[in-house]
């Protein structure tokens, strides 16, 4: 049975920094191109966008230009456990965050599971 647990999100001000994790059962993310999404207040499910991906190997990670320089993904295989540390927060990063394998070099979803996500709430 596949499950992702998101946990990490909070309230912080704007220039702070959060560290997310996403432990996964199911499948092995060494095998997996692993990625975090985000959902807007304003935006509907279906309307997540890409954030940060890495690659099966841990050698490829791509960012969204909005996070580029200030968000770094990074996994850790024995844990099977993905991460994302967010510096210099701002208050357009405010979002439920989600992590989902996808189709390497893309941000599609390789599968229909997802997990609660985590809320990041960033104030000015």
């Known amino acids: 049975q596949v499950k992702l647990v998101e946990s990490g999100g909070d309230s912080v001000q704007s220039g702070g920094s959060l560290t997310l994790s996403c432990a996964v059962s199911?499948?092995?993310?060494?095998?997996?191109?692993m990625a975090w999404l985000r959902q807007h207040p304003d935006k509907k499910r279906e309307e997540r966008e890409g954030?940060?991906?890495?690659?099966?190997?841990?050698?490829?990670?791509r960012y969204a230009d909005s996070v580029k320089g200030r968000f770094t993904i990074s996994k850790d295989d024995a844990k099977n456990t993905v991460y994302l540390q967010m510096n210099s927060l701002r208050p357009e990063d405010t979002a439920i965050y989600y992590c989902?394998?996808?189709?390497?070099?893309?941000?599609?979803?390789?599968?229909?599971?997802w997990g609660q996500g985590t809320q990041v709430t960033v104030s000015s």
């Open positions: 989902a394998a996808v189709r390497c070099g893309t941000w599609d979803p390789q599968y229909n599971y």
């Open positions: 199911g499948y092995a993310i060494s095998s997996k191109c």
């Open positions: 954030v940060a991906r890495i690659g099966w190997t841990g050698g490829t990670q």
